[in-house]
């Protein structure tokens, strides 16, 4: 398997991703704060988290906008 595919497909917290149908607030940007089982994510632009499971999640990521770099530490928890 290619490294960049992996990359794509995986979910990491602090991940900020872009989905395929805005939020109601107008925002697409959304950061990943947990994962496993369920994926929960806060919208970037009005704050509101949502808890989607893996596959609802990756039907909805269109595009992957940034990934931090370290593995957590530097993630702010809310
Ligand atoms: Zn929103």
Not at 5 to 18: Q, T
Not at 19 to 25: A, L, Q
Not at 38 to 45: E, F, K, L
């Amino acid at each position: 398997m290619n490294a960049a595919d992996e990359a794509v497909s995986a979910i990491l917290r602090g991940d900020v991703v872009r989905t395929r149908k805005p939020h109601p607030c107008g925002g697409d940007e959304w950061t990943v704060l947990r994962t496993g089982a369920d994926i929960r994510i806060r919208c970037n632009t009005c704050g509101r988290l949502v808890m989607l499971d893996r596959e609802s999640f990756l039907k909805r990521r269109k595009s992957l906008v940034s990934r931090s770099s370290s593995s957590g530490e530097s993630v702010p928890r809310s």
